[in-house]
């Protein structure tokens, strides 16, 4: 056997062929029962002896081919991928681009095995999430959503923003927000979540951390698992992986597919075969390893999700909008829905009423969303990981391409044709990435690691929205509805004033071309300066270069073309020139006035526009206006100013190792993050890059004769210019308007300072017989140190509110100040070789405050959620059958709240998972 061929073997002591292992199997399931304990070395020697005859007995032949047992081999070398250790304090980590023991490694690292995720169903990147210390997952839709970590990176990102929060998956970086959501995360071997900024190791940098999903990889050791989830909501769930040797010694495989289907817990009034969210995803991984000889292998990676649609957005409940602002004036509700539903053009339709239909979920918990589409999403990949090994050093080479398409159609939450293929992103997003590291062996007083970055990144974004035949009665003011629904050519041209009229609408431009260049060198070492101390070092530069082309345009003028204005911020639509109440003015062209007679003749049946009544022409004026104030921001495309800077990274960390059960350690970690080109109203924008100072200093202990693990840290980060929604000068509005009064808008720009520190732990203890316990927590204090251009909340729209605030002093939107999760996992052997097993998940969060102005309407109550698993199967996992409960209590802590709406909590659901291995 080759060296290269026993990195990626299991570490037991015998191998036989695909089809002598199939019989072993076989025959020990018939025959044997298996140990009540872990069977020895020699124990497993005399087992396959015997079965060895029993084959020869049966099939001379498949008992031919198969080798003699072997000698136990000796641990992996850094490279390999062994199974979990089962003894505390040796679970290894990759957070360092080896493998190490968790406990030896100097940073604030929580690990989550496969087999945890396993027992409880854990596959979306929240359930994952929901198992570590101190990282949280911000509900959104599958564009929006975010990861965050010691409260920070909650925030809502933006198509040309690095995420705070890093995800990378077997070696690769994901450099895209969207790209952690609505993914099923199966056939993991482990997740690991490392917090502070990173990037002198490999991959992208990061500004406050990164998550690590690896899956489990191909061996040549034949192994086939398989699971089938049925459950409430019409839930069905199937997962299949299997691997070994295609030609043994040389060629590998491994292969995993998972289907998910089912209902969500709320239901589209307009249509109850639609529900809120829905489960509609398939997936699949398909891996090659080559072993031609002990100095090389190589990995190939292809991954691929088909398009499928969730609904996601409009999983609102609508609540009645306060009638006082919070300075105790009126809030008229001129543009609310209670004012908007009470018209005669809404009313007509008996069945459907603001309080019935419209409020609190119409008492039945459900949406009413006639124009919903599912929320569209699909991902391809491809990875080719080369690694060569030397006798003083390693290379290792990965080369990935990731792709993610996003298309979402929104409706405003009412059955009424206002929006059409509406209000949502179409987004084509596409990454390749080249690494290259040099590690070298560790052992002497160095050891370290040195390589190269690099990343392309297209994304091509559109966000769409188009109006239906009553958008013209929802979008008028009162003064002009009054006026036009008075009589039929009113409410004609009520109806036509927006109907099919389509855009490539301004949020935060009709259409952007996101292309980033990403390029960097990075090294880190390890000098042992003695046997106890270690000192890290590490640094990074990258070299950013973003560039983003924008614009906002009408892409069809719908039923009523001829109620365009005459131009928008220099861009030309056609119409004719008259005043706010339809008196045309002077210096319309002939043909102008020609399109002018032929709205008198299609509304009015007039000979000419002349021959209208001053009403009529009010009523024209008014149409028009609705139209304009739709159409809002206009403007060609436009190249916003790109950003170009170099970007260091560095780390210090000395540790010190008291004992083999005790090591302290200190970090100082400065990582920065490239800024935003992008267009604020069709103006340029360009965001500064963030910067982050991160000091930590714990240690990592192993008490009770090893069966208690206790890490714990301290930590503080300081951040300057983060990144998020802030109140900025609109340019756009005031050069247009021109009237003397100066306008802002909200964009995303930098908050001067915020800052995060707190306590971390992270323990396991497993001195209870048959039983494994697992525990973490924080206390997380996130605030801003100064931030005074804060958006103001909604509560505070009165007239002559200051256009923005100063919220320093305040605690970051989604930093929950205490944080735990508990899980527990207990095994009893039963008769022969069957078992019982038991296994729960606790997570508990503190109050925190949804909305990134900081409502007071957006504070949320704590939240505690349990899943559960209860079952009874072999030893071996041949067969098992659980009974799994999420959510078990029942929590019903709302997702977010604004307000006037909340997200409600996803409920209890029960199901049964029948699982096994071949």
Same mark, same amino acid.
């Given at each position: 056997?080759?060296?290269?061929?026993?990195?990626?073997?299991?570490?037991?002591?015998?191998?036989?062929?695909?089809?002598?292992?199939?019989?072993?199997?076989?025959?020990?399931?018939?025959?044997?029962?298996?140990?009540?304990?872990?069977?020895?070395?020699?124990?497993?020697?005399?087992?396959?002896?015997?079965?060895?005859?029993?084959?020869?007995?049966?099939?001379?032949?498949?008992?031919?081919?198969?080798?003699?047992?072997?000698?136990?081999?000796?641990?992996?070398?850094?490279?390999?991928?062994?199974?979990?250790?089962?003894?505390?304090?040796?679970?290894?980590?990759?957070?360092?681009?080896?493998?190490?023991?968790?406990?030896?490694?100097?940073?604030?690292?929580?690990?989550?095995?496969?087999?945890?995720?396993?027992?409880?169903?854990?596959?979306?990147?929240?359930?994952?999430?929901?198992?570590?210390?101190?990282?949280?997952?911000?509900?959104?839709?599958?564009?929006?959503?975010?990861?965050?970590?010691?409260?920070?990176?909650?925030?809502?990102?933006?198509?040309?923003?690095?995420?705070?929060?890093?995800?990378?998956?077997?070696?690769?970086?994901?450099?895209?927000?969207?790209?952690?959501?609505?993914?099923?995360?199966?056939?993991?071997?482990?997740?690991?979540?490392?917090?502070?900024?990173?990037?002198?190791?490999?991959?992208?940098?990061?500004?406050?951390?990164?998550?690590?999903?690896?899956?489990?990889?191909?061996?040549?050791?034949?192994?086939?698992?398989?699971?089938?989830?049925?459950?409430?909501?019409?839930?069905?769930?199937?997962?299949?992986?299997?691997?070994?040797?295609?030609?043994?010694?040389?060629?590998?495989?491994?292969?995993?597919?998972?289907?998910?289907?089912?209902?969500?817990?709320?239901?589209?009034?307009?249509?109850?075969?639609?529900?809120?969210?829905?489960?509609?995803?398939?997936?699949?991984?398909?891996?090659?390893?080559?072993?031609?000889?002990?100095?090389?292998?190589?990995?190939?990676?292809?991954?691929?999700?088909?398009?499928?649609?969730?609904?996601?957005?409009?999983?609102?409940?609508?609540?009645?909008?306060?009638?006082?602002?919070?300075?105790?004036?009126?809030?008229?509700?001129?543009?609310?829905?209670?004012?908007?539903?009470?018209?005669?053009?809404?009313?007509?339709?008996?069945?459907?009423?603001?309080?019935?239909?419209?409020?609190?979920?119409?008492?039945?918990?459900?949406?009413?969303?006639?124009?919903?589409?599912?929320?569209?999403?699909?991902?391809?990949?491809?990875?080719?990981?080369?690694?060569?090994?030397?006798?003083?050093?390693?290379?290792?080479?990965?080369?990935?391409?990731?792709?993610?398409?996003?298309?979402?159609?929104?409706?405003?939450?009412?059955?009424?044709?206002?929006?059409?293929?509406?209000?949502?992103?179409?987004?084509?997003?596409?990454?390749?990435?080249?690494?290259?590291?040099?590690?070298?062996?560790?052992?002497?007083?160095?050891?370290?690691?040195?390589?190269?970055?690099?990343?392309?990144?297209?994304?091509?974004?559109?966000?769409?929205?188009?109006?239906? =035949?009553?958008?013209?009665?929802?979008?008028?003011? !009162? $003064? *002009?509805? /009054?006026?036009? &629904?008075?009589? #039929? %050519?009113?409410?004609?041209?009520?109806?036509?004033?927006?109907?099919?009229?389509?855009?490539?609408?301004?949020?935060?431009?009709?259409?952007?071309?996101?292309?980033?260049?990403?390029?960097?060198?990075?090294?880190?070492?390890?000098?042992?300066?003695?046997?106890?101390?270690?000192?890290?070092?590490?640094?990074?530069?990258?070299?950013?270069?973003?560039?983003?082309?924008?614009?906002?345009?009408?892409?069809?003028?719908?039923?009523?073309?001829?109620?365009?204005?005459?131009?928008?911020?220099?861009?030309?639509?056609?119409?004719?020139?008259?005043?706010? =109440?339809?008196?045309?003015?002077?210096?319309?062209? !002939? $043909? *102008?006035? /020609?399109?002018? &007679?032929?709205? #008198? %003749?299609?509304?009015?049946?007039?000979?000419?526009?002349?021959?209208?009544?001053?009403?009529?022409?009010?009523?024209?004026?008014?149409?028009?206006?609705?139209?304009?104030?739709?159409?809002?921001?206009?403007?060609?495309?436009?190249?916003?100013?790109?950003?170009?800077?170099?970007?260091?990274?560095?780390?210090?960390?000395?540790?010190?190792?008291?004992?083999?059960?005790?090591?302290?350690?200190?970090?100082?970690?400065?990582?920065?993050?490239?800024?935003?080109?992008?267009?604020?109203?069709?103006?340029?924008?360009?965001?500064?890059?963030?910067?982050? =100072?991160?000091?930590?200093?714990?240690?990592?202990? !192993?008490?009770?004769?090893?069966?208690?693990?206790?890490? #714990?840290?301290?930590?503080?980060?300081?951040?300057?210019?983060?990144?998020?929604?802030?109140?900025?000068?609109?340019?756009?509005?005031?050069?247009?308007?021109?009237?003397?009064?100066?306008?802002?808008?909200?964009?995303?720009?930098?908050?001067?300072?915020?800052?995060?520190?707190?306590?971390?732990?992270?323990?396991?203890?497993?001195?209870?017989?048959?039983?494994?316990?697992?525990?973490?927590?924080?206390?997380?204090?996130?605030?801003?140190?100064?931030?005074?251009?804060?958006?103001?909340?909604?509560?505070?729209?009165?007239?002559?509110?200051?256009?923005?605030?100063?919220?320093?002093?305040?605690?970051?939107?989604?930093?929950?100040?205490?944080?735990?999760?508990?899980? #527990?996992?207990?095994?009893?052997?039963?008769?022969?070789?069957?078992?019982?097993?038991?296994?729960?998940?606790?997570?508990?969060?503190?109050?925190?405050?949804?909305?990134?102005?900081?409502?007071?309407?957006?504070?949320?109550?704590?939240?505690?959620?349990?899943?559960?698993?209860?079952?009874?199967?072999?030893?071996?996992?041949?067969?098992?059958?659980?009974?799994?409960?999420?959510?078990?209590?029942?929590?019903?802590?709302?997702?977010?709240?604004?307000?006037?709406?909340?997200?409600?909590?996803?409920?209890?659901?029960?199901?049964?998972?029948?699982?096994?291995?071949?």
């Amino acid at each position: 056997m080759t060296q290269t061929q026993a990195r990626y073997r299991t570490a037991l002591p015998f191998r036989l062929s695909p089809i002598a292992a199939t019989l072993a199997g076989a025959a020990l399931l018939a025959s044997a029962p298996l140990y009540a304990a872990d069977p020895t070395v020699a124990e497993l020697q005399a087992e396959i002896a015997r079965l060895k005859q029993q084959i020869a007995a049966q099939n001379p032949n498949a008992a031919a081919s198969a080798p003699a047992p072997v000698a136990a081999e000796a641990a992996p070398a850094p490279a390999a991928a062994p199974e979990e250790p089962e003894v505390l304090g040796e679970v290894t980590v990759r957070s360092r681009n080896r493998l190490e023991r968790l406990q030896d490694v100097p940073l604030s690292v929580s690990v989550v095995t496969g087999k945890e995720l396993d027992r409880l169903q854990a596959t979306d990147i929240k359930s994952l999430t929901q198992r570590a210390a101190n990282v949280s997952w911000n509900q959104g839709n599958q564009r929006t959503a975010s990861l965050a970590i010691r409260g920070v990176g909650k925030q809502g990102q933006t198509e040309a923003q690095d995420p705070s929060v890093g995800l990378i998956v077997d070696g690769v970086n994901y450099a895209y927000n969207a790209l952690s959501s609505s993914f099923d995360f199966t056939d993991v071997d482990a997740v690991e979540v490392t917090r502070g900024p990173q990037g002198t190791l490999l991959g992208k940098n990061t500004s406050v951390g990164v998550v690590n999903v690896t899956t489990r990889r191909p061996s040549f050791t034949p192994d086939a698992s398989w699971s089938v989830t049925i459950g409430q909501q019409d839930t069905v769930q199937g997962r299949y992986a299997a691997g070994g040797p295609i030609v043994d010694g040389l060629l590998a495989y491994r292969a995993n597919v998972s289907v998910t289907k089912g209902e969500g817990d709320i239901k589209n009034a307009n249509n109850r075969d639609l529900t809120y969210t829905n489960k509609d995803r398939v997936s699949g991984r398909l891996q090659f390893l080559l072993t031609p000889d002990p100095s090389f292998s190589a990995r190939i990676a292809l991954d691929a999700q088909p398009r499928a649609g969730e609904f996601t957005n409009g999983r609102t409940i609508n609540t009645p909008t306060p009638n006082r602002y919070s300075n105790g004036s009126v809030n008229t509700l001129a543009t609310d829905a209670a004012t908007r539903l009470a018209r005669r053009w809404f009313t007509q339709q008996s069945a459907y009423t603001y309080e019935g239909s419209y409020l609190n979920g119409g008492g039945q918990n459900v949406v009413n969303n006639d124009s919903a589409r599912p929320l569209v999403t699909g991902s391809n990949g491809a990875t080719a990981e080369l690694n060569w090994y030397g006798a003083t050093h390693n290379l290792t080479s990965i080369t990935a391409y990731k792709d993610y398409h996003f298309n979402a159609t929104n409706d405003e939450g009412t059955p009424f044709d206002i929006h059409r293929n509406s209000g949502g992103f179409w987004n084509d997003y596409k990454q390749v990435t080249q690494e290259l590291r040099l590690s070298s062996q560790p052992g002497g007083f160095v050891d370290y690691q040195t390589g190269i970055f690099l990343m392309k990144v297209a994304n091509q974004a559109d966000y769409r929205r188009e109006w239906g =035949n009553d958008a013209g009665a929802w979008y008028a003011n !009162a $003064a *002009q509805y /009054g006026r036009l &629904d008075a009589d #039929a %050519a009113g409410r004609y041209l009520l109806q036509s004033s927006l109907d099919r009229l389509a855009m490539s609408f301004n949020s935060p431009a009709g259409t952007q071309d996101i292309r980033n260049k990403s390029a960097a060198v990075f090294a880190q070492a390890n000098w042992h300066l003695s046997e106890p101390l270690t000192l890290t070092t590490g640094l990074r530069f990258t070299r950013e270069d973003r560039r983003n082309l924008g614009s906002t345009l009408v892409n069809n003028y719908g039923n009523a073309p001829e109620l365009n204005p005459v131009s928008v911020n220099g861009v030309q639509f056609g119409g004719f020139d008259s005043d706010a =109440n339809g008196l045309l003015r002077a210096g319309n062209s !002939a $043909a *102008q006035v /020609g399109l002018a &007679d032929r709205v #008198a %003749a299609k509304y009015f049946g007039a000979a000419t526009y002349a021959a209208l009544t001053a009403a009529q022409k009010r009523q024209v004026a008014d149409a028009k206006a609705i139209r304009v104030s739709q159409i809002g921001v206009i403007f060609p495309s436009t190249e916003a100013a790109p950003f170009k800077d170099t970007l260091p990274s560095f780390v210090v960390s000395p540790s010190y190792k008291f004992n083999k059960d005790l090591t302290a350690y200190a970090s100082w970690q400065y990582g920065e993050k490239a800024g935003i080109s992008q267009l604020t109203n069709g103006v340029s924008n360009l965001v500064r890059k963030e910067k982050t =100072n991160a000091l930590e200093a714990g240690f990592k202990s !192993a008490l009770l004769d090893r069966k208690l693990l206790v890490n #714990a840290n301290v930590f503080r980060m300081d951040i300057d210019d983060y990144q998020q929604a802030v109140r900025v000068l609109d340019v756009y509005t005031t050069n247009l308007n021109n009237d003397g009064q100066i306008y802002y808008t909200t964009a995303t720009g930098n908050a001067p300072k915020v800052r995060a520190q707190g306590l971390e732990l992270d323990g396991a203890y497993n001195g209870i017989a048959n039983t494994s316990l697992r525990f973490s927590g924080a206390y997380t204090d996130a605030k801003y140190k100064e931030f005074p251009n804060s958006a103001q909340p909604v509560e505070n729209g009165y007239t002559g509110a200051a256009p923005y605030r100063n919220v320093s002093g305040e605690a970051l939107p989604g930093a929950s100040k205490w944080t735990f999760n508990v899980g #527990a996992d207990y095994r009893r052997p039963l008769w022969r070789d069957k078992e019982f097993h038991a296994s729960f998940n606790t997570a508990y969060a503190s109050k925190t405050n949804t909305d990134n102005t900081l409502s007071s309407y957006g504070w949320i109550g704590s939240s505690t959620i349990t899943d559960l698993s209860v079952g009874l199967g072999t030893r071996s996992g041949s067969f098992d059958v659980s009974v799994l409960v999420k959510n078990a209590f029942g929590n019903d802590t709302p997702l977010t709240r604004t307000w006037n709406l909340y997200t409600p909590a996803v409920p209890r659901w029960v199901g049964l998972v029948v699982s096994g291995k071949l």
